[in-house]
């Protein structure tokens, strides 16, 4: 597990996401959490930089955890999150912009209904407190991802891939917003052409491998 949290962390470093020790990214395994150590090099963090917890928030193994990870563990003591088993918070540039301007960030794209629709702003609060916790679960409620006032975003999966594919699919959103917002106010998809984006989904397995 410390493994495969170095591994996605060195991923989202070498896309952009991750800059220097900017950023965290965890994994749960029943009760135990392996999330990336405080002030570690994500582009170069190696497992043995990556710190086992428990639920409870009482280190097993390794050094000092990411100071948000009062985040990581609400998530997963959460039940409405039951299913999610990764998260991770970036400060990846274009999420970070919009986080500074907007309250949310609407449907521009039908890519963007796999993270739940449109998504929330978590009102600013002091990194690593329980308030700034709180405000981003409010804001995931119903969701797989939220931005974080004049800070950054976060992501939830169903496993190491899923949550770190999230964090990549929300910067490449968030990037498409801010270059059409340069040459005017970006069409947003109504409820009705979302709904229809789903049910043709749904009807084609869109996003499944089929054999042809």
């Given at each position: 597990m410390?493994?495969?949290?170095?591994?996605?962390?060195r991923?989202?470093a070498?896309?952009?996401?991750?800059?220097?020790?900017?950023?965290?990214?965890?994994?749960?395994?029943?009760?135990?959490?392996?999330i990336?150590?405080?002030?570690?090099?994500?582009?170069?963090?190696?497992?043995?930089?990556v710190?086992?917890?428990t639920?409870?928030?009482?280190?097993?193994?390794?050094?000092?955890?990411?100071?948000?990870?009062?985040?990581?563990?609400?998530?997963?003591?959460?039940?409405?999150?039951a299913?999610?088993t990764s998260?991770?918070h970036?400060?990846?540039?274009?999420?970070?912009?919009?986080?500074?301007?907007?309250?949310?960030?609407?449907?521009?794209?039908?890519?963007?209904?796999?993270?739940?629709?449109?998504?929330?702003?978590?009102?600013?609060?002091?990194?690593?407190?329980?308030?700034?916790?709180?405000?981003?679960?409010?804001?995931l409620?119903?969701?797989?991802?939220?931005l974080?006032?004049?800070?950054?975003?976060?992501?939830?999966g169903?496993?190491?891939?899923?949550?770190?594919?999230n964090?990549?699919?929300l910067?490449?959103?968030c990037e498409?917003?801010?270059h059409?917002?340069?040459?005017?106010t970006?069409?947003?998809?109504?409820?009705?052409?979302?709904?229809?984006?789903v049910?043709?989904?749904?009807?084609?397995?869109?996003?499944?491998?089929?054999?042809?």
């Amino acid at each position: 597990m410390r493994e495969t949290v170095a591994t996605a962390a060195r991923r989202l470093a070498e896309s952009g996401v991750f800059v220097g020790t900017a950023g965290n990214i965890s994994a749960r395994s029943d009760d135990v959490v392996a999330i990336t150590a405080s002030g570690a090099q994500l582009g170069a963090i190696t497992a043995d930089q990556v710190t086992l917890v428990t639920l409870s928030g009482e280190v097993v193994d390794g050094p000092r955890p990411s100071s948000e990870i009062d985040l990581h563990l609400g998530v997963y003591r959460r039940p409405e999150f039951a299913a999610m088993t990764s998260v991770v918070h970036t400060h990846s540039r274009f999420a970070t912009a919009l986080s500074v301007v907007r309250d949310h960030l609407p449907v521009i794209h039908y890519q963007q209904l796999s993270l739940g629709g449109a998504l929330r702003v978590a009102p600013f609060a002091t990194f690593g407190t329980p308030e700034l916790a709180d405000a981003v679960h409010r804001a995931l409620s119903g969701r797989l991802a939220a931005l974080m006032a004049n800070h950054g975003a976060v992501t939830l999966g169903m496993g190491v891939d899923n949550a770190a594919d999230n964090a990549l699919l929300l910067e490449w959103l968030c990037e498409i917003y801010w270059h059409a917002s340069s040459l005017g106010t970006p069409r947003e998809l109504t409820e009705q052409q979302q709904r229809a984006v789903v049910e043709h989904a749904l009807q084609i397995g869109y996003g499944t491998v089929r054999q042809a």
